[in-house]
């Protein structure tokens, strides 16, 4: 589902706000976040549900990190956070361009990953 199909225009989108809303409405707030969450990752997952777990596993990371810097606020801790999330991008980014050029180098035929870049990656 793209952000400018008739899916998400007319359907995704205007339940998505109805219900946010009248959850806010009824100051269900708590309810009201946890329902963005799941629209969310619902939205995310129209794509290629077998990125899901990705994705869950990148807010939980995330979460933690920003959980453990609120706390207190280390050099270490914020290092850690964003070595990770680069690792992740350079994982999906990168992997096969490495690969080619080791190919090249070494005349080897490792055959390429095609990974697509998931999407909030």
């Known amino acids: 589902m793209l952000f400018n199909s008739y899916e998400f225009l007319l359907l995704f989108l205007p339940i998505t706000f109805f219900v946010y809303f009248y959850l806010n409405s009824k100051k269900l707030i708590t309810l009201s976040k946890i329902f963005l969450v799941v629209a969310s990752l619902f939205f995310y997952s129209w794509w290629n549900p077998i990125y899901l777990p990705l994705i869950l596993g990148s807010m939980i990371f995330n979460f933690y990190i920003g959980q453990s810097l609120g ?51």
């Open 71 to 121: 706390r207190k606020s280390t050099k270490k801790m914020l290092t850690f956070g964003i070595v990770g999330n680069v690792t992740l991008l350079g994982y999906f980014k990168y992997t096969d361009f490495f690969i080619e050029n080791f190919n090249w180098a070494l005349n080897k035929d490792v055959e390429l990953l095609h990974l697509a870049l998931p999407l909030a990656i």
